[in-house]
């Protein structure tokens, strides 16, 4: 068994997080994702207690006042927030927690857990980003104005991430993502 480690996966809305996290679980074993609360609305195909734990505006404020979340932010008009009770249970169990969480997130979670990797995943361009946005054809056109304002402020800090990788090709990227992952992990084994 490993030891327990902690992966911060950040970068702009529409950068292929997700799937390549979905792939990283596929083929690490001991990986595990946190389930974030978010108080933003359900996009068509998202499930309760699947793809995020939705809350009102009221029960967010109550997992915050009662320090229930490891660290949280505002995106883009929503909150969004890691539950601290399960990441520390998995780290407790020796797995690689992954969170996929934005940046301001991302340097809550390395002041409190600076032992924690941080890992950027950037887009080929703004133009690719914005094409996947308007691709998935959920989102007005407002809320993609507003992601594309947030995602430059993104980049504009992933030189602060101890590791960037371009996902321009979704096998490369995760091989890299997966190669990264093992290498922290035998390290902190070692
Ligand atoms: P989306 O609305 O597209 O699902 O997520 C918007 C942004 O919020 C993404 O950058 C995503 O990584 C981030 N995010 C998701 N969950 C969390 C969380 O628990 N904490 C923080 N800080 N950001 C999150």
Same mark, same amino acid.
């Given at each position: 068994?490993?030891?327990?480690?902690?992966?911060?996966?950040?970068?702009?809305?529409?950068?292929?997080?997700?799937?390549?996290?979905?792939?990283? $679980?596929?083929? &690490?074993?001991?990986?595990?994702?946190?389930?974030?609360?978010?108080?933003?609305?359900? *996009? +068509?195909? =998202?499930? %309760?207690?699947?793809?995020?734990?939705?809350?009102?505006?009221?029960?967010?404020?109550?997992?915050?006042?009662?320090?229930?979340?490891?660290e949280w932010a505002t995106y883009a008009g929503n909150r969004y927030g890691t539950p601290r009770a399960t990441v520390e249970e998995?780290?407790?169990?020796?797995?690689?927690?992954?969170?996929?969480?934005?940046?301001?997130?991302?340097?809550?979670?390395?002041?409190?857990?600076?032992?924690?990797? $941080?890992?950027? &995943?950037?887009?080929?361009?703004?133009?690719?980003?914005?094409?996947?946005?308007?691709? *998935? +054809?959920? =989102?007005? %056109?407002?809320?993609?104005?507003?992601?594309?304002?947030?995602?430059?402020?993104?980049?504009?800090?992933?030189?602060?991430?101890?590791?960037?990788?371009?996902?321009?090709?979704?096998?490369?990227?995760?091989?890299?993502?997966?190669?990264?992952?093992?290498?922290?992990?035998?390290?902190?084994?070692?």
């Amino acid at each position: 068994m490993r030891h327990g480690n902690l992966f911060v996966i950040s970068g702009p809305s529409g950068a292929g997080k997700g799937t390549l996290v979905a792939r990283l $679980l596929q083929e &690490v074993p001991d990986a595990w994702v946190s389930r974030s609360v978010t108080t933003r609305a359900p *996009r +068509g195909g =998202e499930v %309760d207690g699947v793809h995020y734990q939705f809350a009102s505006d009221e029960e967010f404020q109550n997992l915050v006042d009662h320090e229930g979340l490891l660290e949280w932010a505002t995106y883009a008009g929503n909150r969004y927030g890691t539950p601290r009770a399960t990441v520390e249970e998995h780290m407790a169990h020796g797995e690689q927690v992954v969170l996929e969480i934005d940046v301001q997130g991302a340097f809550q979670v390395r002041d409190k857990m600076p032992a924690a990797h $941080l890992v950027f &995943v950037e887009p080929p361009s703004l133009e690719v980003l914005e094409e996947r946005l308007r691709g *998935r +054809g959920t =989102e007005t %056109d407002e809320v993609i104005a507003k992601r594309m304002d947030a995602a430059a402020v993104e980049l504009s800090h992933k030189m602060e991430y101890d590791m960037r990788l371009v996902n321009d090709n979704l096998d490369e990227a995760t091989a890299e993502l997966v190669r990264y992952v093992n290498e922290q992990a035998e390290e902190a084994r070692g």
